[in-house]
């Protein structure tokens, strides 16, 4: 019994939302109709979104045009420019070509572009575009005007059809480093292009360009219109090129478009020292518990100063190793200074070869030496054994003379 209840109130339900659904349809479709009979014959409008514009001097213009039939039936439009300033070429366009006439539906819109390009001799100054639409029976026209007005170009900037941007336009290393700025280019223009890449840099500076994670050098690239590609510029500096900041030009050219970027490169100089000795040698003679020197050169061979020159050293067990000077504070390129190095072997060494290592230490570049130590037995000992010897030749001789006499 309590089913039967149930199936009862579902099939309720479902005829109730029927109903209301019926309802709806009767009072909405006459009304939908009556919309469409509200409709006039034919009427047809074309109009841009934006009737002025401002821009600068040298670049283009897109608009968006809107094509609308107000009427109760289809319609083909045939759309033109029928007035176009002197110097300037206009058109109407869809993303990939040219339009010169297009199909609306009943109450229905089309949205297009119109696109106008200045000629290189054209200034500041106001210029008005005439866009007409017209049916193809030619009984409906619509015409509307478009302004725009071309102020003059601010001083320095060079960009048109074509941007460039760069992620990081200031970069800072030594002179011996391999720089790599990434730049995007964005090609502006109404049509594919090919754009050259061609860089101003310092004397004997060396500047390639590359397609973005790629080794192979480029000389141009191909842009699809409103396409952008990422392209590295590879910058080796002059290997004699003093500490400072560099300027670099990236420029990139069409025949109709050309753009320019500034780089920079911050060279702190190189870091480069070379270690030794006067005569090549890097073996020292010592005895045990008894200090034993050799000098030591440290020379700037870089185009940056080194500083805070400093020593360590790694010495077996119980040893001792001192440096004079302790430390060098500065050292300019291309000067030189002599370090003493005094090795004190421990009192229990052995006689024997060791290793001593040293560490130059500047910060930016360090160099090791390894120091071959021979620990050998005191001279004293040396003289004493020559006594004993002498002391056992002189008890054999006389020895030898006795039995002689007997």
Sequence with gaps: MELNRKGCSLGTIVTLIGMLALIWACFSLPSLASEKKNLPERLVRVYPEYTGVVIDEGEGVSIDLFVKNGGKKDETVDLKVIEVPKGWKAWIKTYSYGV?????????????????EPGKNVGPGKY??????????HKF??????TINVKAKEKGKKSKGVNITASYP?????TDAKFEFSIEVENKLDKDAVFSLTAKAPENWDVNFKPAYEDKFISSVRLKADQSQSVAVEVKPFPLAEPGKYPIAVKVSSPEAEGEVKLSIILTGTYKMEVGTSDGLLSLNAQKGKPSSIS????????????????LSFKPENWKVAFKPEKIETLAPDALKQIEVTVKPSDQALVGDYSVSLNIDAGKVRKNLELRVTVKASTAWGWIGI??????????VILFVKLGRR
């Design 128 to 137: 008005v575009f005439k866009v007409v639409g017209e049916t193809t029976d």
């Design 387 to 396: 006594g004993i010897i002498v002391f056992v030749l002189l008890g054999l």
């Design 170 to 174: 200031v970069l800072r290393g030594p």
């Design 141 to 146: 026209k619509s015409t509307h005007v478009i």
């Design 100 to 116: 010169t006439g297009v199909h609306v539906g009943s109450d229905e819109s089309r949205s297009l572009t119109f696109r106008a």
């Design 296 to 311: 030591v050169y440290v020379k700037n061979t870089g185009s940056a100063p080194l500083n805070n020159i400093h020593f």
